[in-house]
């Protein structure tokens, strides 16, 4: 069983930053994708960026390229989501995710992390 846990959440005004962190329990063939979504209040879940371990490779959605950056520490475990210039539609629950690399759905999530920018 993979456990992931979010933290960094917190509350800035818009133009600000914020750094989030997954801890990933394990590191297996199962939790090779880390990927970050969030959710607004009364609003799907949506992706908003993956991280494979295997090559350090990465994926944005439009609305948050060249904003945000996804990254991870080995050593740690840990996977990183740096958000700058964030904006008020950046608000949200942000989760992160892990599944086996070529797998359709994520078995695996966080319990979740606030984030809120005020205009």
């Known amino acids: 069983q993979v456990q992931l846990v979010e933290s960094g959440g917190g509350s800035v005004q818009a133009g600000g930053s914020l750094r989030l962190s997954c801890v990933v329990s394990k590191r297996t063939l199962g939790s090779e994708n880390v990927a970050w979504f969030r959710q607004a209040l009364g609003q799907e879940r949506d992706l908003v960026a993956i991280?494979?371990?295997?090559?350090?490779?990465?994926y944005y959605v439009d609305s948050v390229k060249g904003r945000f950056t996804v990254s991870g520490d080995d050593a740690k475990n840990t996977v990183f989501l740096q958000m700058n210039r964030l904006k008020p539609e950046d608000t949200a629950v942000y989760y992160c995710?892990?599944?086996?690399?070529?797998?359709?759905?994520?078995?695996?999530w966080g319990q979740g992390t606030q984030v809120t920018v005020s205009p």
């Open positions: 995710a892990a599944k086996a690399k070529g797998a359709g759905t994520y078995p695996y």
């Open positions: 991280f494979a371990w295997s090559d350090g490779s990465s």
